[in-house]
Nanobody
Framework: VQLQASGGGLVRSGDSLRLSCAAS????????MGWFRQAPGKEREFVAS????????NYADSVKGRFTIRRDKDKNIMSLEMSSLKPEETGVYFC??????????????????WGQGTLVTVSS
C-alpha cells in the first residue's frame, strides 16, 4: 500500500501550484483523504481533507478560498490546487488516507496511511 505525493517545487509568493497524490496497492475509495504540511522545526499541520465520496471537503482556515482539494476515485488520485501561495506555507506536504469517512479528521494520528511527502518552497 503506497501513497505517492508529487508536484512540489520552488515558486514565488503569490504563485500557484498543484500537488497530486497517487494511491497504489489498494483502493481508497472508501476512505477519506487529506493533505498535511510540515514546516522545518514545526509540527505537521492539517491543510485540507476530502470525504470518501468526494462530496465533503474541509480546509484549514488559513487556506480557505485559496486551496482546492479534489479526488478521482476511479483513478485513485487526489489533488491539491494551491493559489496565492505565501512564504510561510513552505514545507513538506504529505498526503494521507483514513480517519473519519466524511473527512472531519484533522489530527495526523487519525490517518492510517501516509505518503512520503513533496517539498513546496515559496520564496518571498
Amino acid at each position: 500500500v503506497q501513497l505517492q505525493a508529487s508536484g512540489g517545487g520552488l515558486v514565488r509568493s503569490g504563485d500557484s501550484l498543484r500537488l497530486s497524490c497517487a494511491a497504489s496497492g489498494r483502493s481508497f475509495s472508501d476512505s477519506a483523504m487529506g493533505w498535511f504540511r510540515q514546516a522545518p522545526g514545526k509540527e505537521r499541520e492539517f491543510v485540507a481533507s476530502i470525504s470518501w465520496s468526494g462530496m465533503i471537503t474541509n480546509y484549514a482556515d488559513s487556506v480557505k478560498g485559496r486551496f482546492t482539494i479534489r479526488r478521482d476515485k476511479d483513478k485513485n488520485i487526489m489533488s491539491l490546487e494551491m493559489s496565492s501561495l505565501k512564504p510561510e506555507e513552505t514545507g513538506v506536504y504529505f498526503c494521507a488516507a483514513g480517519g473519519h469517512p466524511y473527512g472531519y479528521s484533522r489530527r495526523p494520528d487519525e490517518y492510517e496511511f501516509w505518503g512520503q511527502g513533496t517539498l513546496v518552497t515559496v520564496s518571498s
